[in-house]
């Protein structure tokens, strides 16, 4: 059962940038620990930000430091992923996923709500 939305996908050229946004009208985000995950064509999913529910903590995957960050805004019950400097590579499925254990996780069975996915194509 869809529980997030996510928004901001698209098709854009290699070094562009996109923001992703993730809401939802069923719970409180502020409650939870936000993550971003992705998968691309024949691999699994696999991590790519998360961030506690005050916003200080924040951890990447290595493949995404220093291009990408993760932040929420709890006033408008939104987490986004802003990417910069996007390569090929990138090119996925974002999924937007929410944990209700207030501890640290990175794996995609420690996540409970998850969205129907945002298609972000890198491409020249």
């Known amino acids: 059962q869809v529980q997030l939305v996510e928004s901001g996908g698209g098709l854009v050229q290699p070094g562009e940038s996109l923001r992703l946004s993730c809401t939802t009208s069923?719970?409180?985000?502020?409650?939870?620990?936000m993550g971003w995950f992705r998968q691309a064509p024949g691999k699994e999913r696999e991590f790519v930000a998360a961030?506690?529910?005050?916003?200080?903590?924040?951890g990447y995957a290595d493949s995404v430091k220093g291009r990408f960050t993760i932040s929420r805004d709890n006033a408008k019950n939104t987490v986004y992923l802003q990417m910069n400097s996007l390569k090929p590579e990138d090119t996925a499925v974002y999924y937007c996923?929410?944990?209700?254990?207030?501890?640290?996780?990175?794996?995609?069975?420690?996540?409970?709500?998850w969205g129907q996915g945002t298609q972000v194509t890198v491409s020249s």
């Open positions: 961030i506690s529910w005050s916003g200080v903590t924040t």
């Open positions: 069923r719970f409180t985000l502020e409650n939870y620990i």
């Open positions: 996923a929410a944990r209700t254990r207030p501890v640290w996780g990175t794996s995609t069975f420690e996540y409970n709500y």
